[in-house]
Nanobody
Framework: QVQLVESGGGLVQAGGSLRLSCAPS????????MGWFRQAPGKEREFVAG????????EYKVSVKGRFTISRNNAINTLHLQMNSLKPEDTAVYYC???????????????????WGQGTQVTVSS
């Protein structure tokens, strides 16, 4: 059974940092695009950051560009999201996602991802 397990969420003050990690199990996603999405209460799930299969292309939601960094280590099948200068509006449940097939592109639509983690809560206090 394929699982994506997120960790690293928590409560932090505005201006602080958190590092999210995603550890897939059941198969390797080396070469498959992966991404981070988030969902705040009462809002739709939205794209935050994505990386292509080999890790040389990334894309970000405009509001997090320059503050968040997505990275992957295909050797150990992990994905990370370094979040700096956090703001209260970053508060949400953050999800790791992976596409099924290999690709050199970055995908930003949640409907394009077939595997999802259970989510990790990030709360930023003002």
């Amino acid at each position: 059974q394929v699982q994506l397990v997120e960790s690293g969420g928590g409560l932090v003050q505005a201006g602080g940092s958190l590092r999210l990690s995603c550890a897939p199990s059941g198969r390797t996603f080396s070469g498959a695009p992966m991404g981070w999405f988030r969902q705040a209460p009462g809002k739709e799930r939205e794209f935050v950051a994505g990386v292509n299969g080999i890790g040389d292309r990334t894309e970000y939601k405009v509001s997090v560009k320059g503050r968040f960094t997505i990275s992957r280590n295909n050797a150990i099948n992990t994905l990370h999201l370094q979040m700096n200068s956090l703001k209260p509006e970053d508060t949400a449940v953050y999800y790791c996602a992976a596409r099924q097939f290999y690709s050199g592109a970055v995908w930003t639509n949640p409907n394009d991802y077939g595997y999802w983690g259970q989510g990790t809560q990030v709360t930023v206090s003002s």
